[in-house]
């Protein structure tokens, strides 16, 4: 009895460490799939690794401005085609010019082909005056100053050599630079300070600190920067009118393997509201009436295929000038429109012995221009540029994107007039639409 009590004891015990294996193994069995990347266990209790970024000014922060709320917005429900805004007065003035200059008078002085800095050596020989070239300044001069005094005349000769001075008093110090700083008292209106920054981006200044509070704006260049800023400001100042654009930036999806039917604008509208048609060298300008704006525009889209408004703003020229839309600044990051920049180049006056618009709209990318169109326009025309393939914009070999799919800008011009204050009253509350506009825009 006992030999087979022990039998059947091992039996049990062998019984159970074979149920202890099942039961493990099927345990085993519960547990979720283990995820390996680069040698390091990723579960749903891992914590996130990222690569180090280099040290950049993060996307969203560089693309912070305060500008676009006043530029990214257009109220379509209440433009005006004209508008008249009072002239005002635009001030430049020079920044770290440094201390007062000692009350010295010069008379007499002559020099000849010499530097900057020779030529002020030679003026302040004797004085205690030492001239210090912060940069090399190889200009040469030549001139007579027959009397003034010693901040006139060191005027002028910096500005024969294309270069600025600063005076520091405690170390009796004259630093010469072709560089400086200015600050520009600006308007109160909008439109106007619109203007005067759209034609600095359109000489491609970039380094602008614009305080909207006191209406200042901040620039620093060269001799040949405040030319052309001193110009802008001189071209503003003596314009009678400006010209604005105000912009929506559409992507057009097909609904059927086909593409968008534009012909069929003629008997949506009417031949008479398509009034001009621009080729391109890629898409094509179509100059259309009042009847033809953004929700008739859109109104007819949506019958061929899905509209998706991808950036919408306005800019503002002096008249003659020239400045630009950038489709990125403001429109949804993701796009693959955002490297698309719109030029325009633009002068409202007599055409042909007629008030037009006369404009040249260019649109372009950082790989080089895309297109352009010479438009001459009537006041109330609008601008429809079509048939831009969305594939214009990708990069990649392979895209999801239909051949089909299309880039449509809208472009409705807008004159401001800029009338002296004495006589904004009269024109003020006048209703500048019809007989009366025509009658205004022909004086």
């Keep these: 009895m006992k030999k087979n009590n022990f039998k059947f004891n091992l039996f049990y015990f062998v019984l ?132 003034g005094s010693l901040a006139d005349s060191l005027e002028l000769i910096s500005k024969m050599g294309k270069s600025y001075y600063s005076y520091d008093d405690d170390s009796k110090e004259i630093h010469l630079s072709s560089h400086s700083k200015w600050l520009m008292k600006m308007p109160k209106d909008e439109n106007i300070i619109m203007a005067l920054l759209d034609a600095m981006h359109g000489e491609d200044m970039r380094n602008l600190l614009v305080d909207w509070e006191d209406k200042t704006v901040v620039f620093e260049g ?19 009118y400006m010209i604005a654009w105000d912009i929506d930036v559409y992507r057009v999806y097909p609904r059927t393997d086909n593409p968008i039917i534009w012909m069929n604008m003629l008997p949506a509208f009417g031949d008479k509201n398509v009034k001009m048609s621009i080729p391109g060298v890629v898409g094509r300008a179509l100059v259309v009436s009042p009847e033809i704006n953004t929700k008739t525009l859109q109104e007819f889209l949506s019958q061929q295929g899905n509209v998706v408004l991808i950036s919408q703003g306005t800019f503002v020229i002096p008249n003659g000038w020239q400045s630009r839309f950038d489709i990125g600044q403001c429109g949804k990051e993701d796009r693959l429109e955002t490297d698309l920049t719109i030029g325009a180049t633009g002068k409202y006056g007599s055409y042909a012995g007629t008030k037009k618009i006369d404009a040249k709209i260019v649109l372009r990318t950082s790989v080089g221009e895309l297109s352009s169109f010479k438009i001459p326009t009537n006041i109330g025309d609008n601008y429809l540029i079509i048939g831009i393939p969305t594939h214009s914009f990708v990069t990649a070999p392979e895209t999801l994107i239909s051949p089909f799919a299309e880039l449509v800008v809208f472009m409705s011009p807008r004159v401001i007039s800029i009338v002296d204050p004495a006589k904004e009253s009269e024109t003020q509350n006048a209703q500048l639409s019809g007989d009366a506009l025509r009658e205004y825009l022909s004086e």
């Excluded at 508008?83 to 007499?108: A, C, M, Q, W």
């Excluded at 001799?223 to 009678?240: A, H």
Aim: include cysteine; aromatic fraction near 6%; charge should be negative.
């Design 16 to 147: 159970i460490g074979l149920t202890g294996c099942v039961q493990q193994g099927n345990q085993e069995q519960q547990y979720d799939t283990v995820n390996v990347v680069d040698n390091l266990v990723i579960d749903e209790n891992s914590v996130p690794i990222f690569p180090k970024k280099a040290a950049l000014t993060t996307d969203t922060a560089r693309r912070f401005s305060i500008e676009l709320p006043k530029r990214c917005k257009v109220d379509w429900n209440n433009q005006n085609v004209v508008s008249v805004v009072p002239e005002e007065k635009i001030e430049i003035v020079r920044l770290d010019t440094g201390d007062e200059l000692p009350s010295f008078n010069v008379s007499d002085y002559e020099f000849t082909k010499l530097t900057v800095k020779q030529a002020l050596d030679k003026l302040l020989d004797g004085t205690n005056i030492a001239i210090i070239e912060d940069e090399e300044l190889p200009e040469k001069i030549t001139g007579v100053i027959q009397s």
């Design 222 to 240: 060269n001799y040949q920067t405040e030319r052309e800023v001193s110009k802008i400001v001189s071209d503003v100042g003596s314009k009678k």
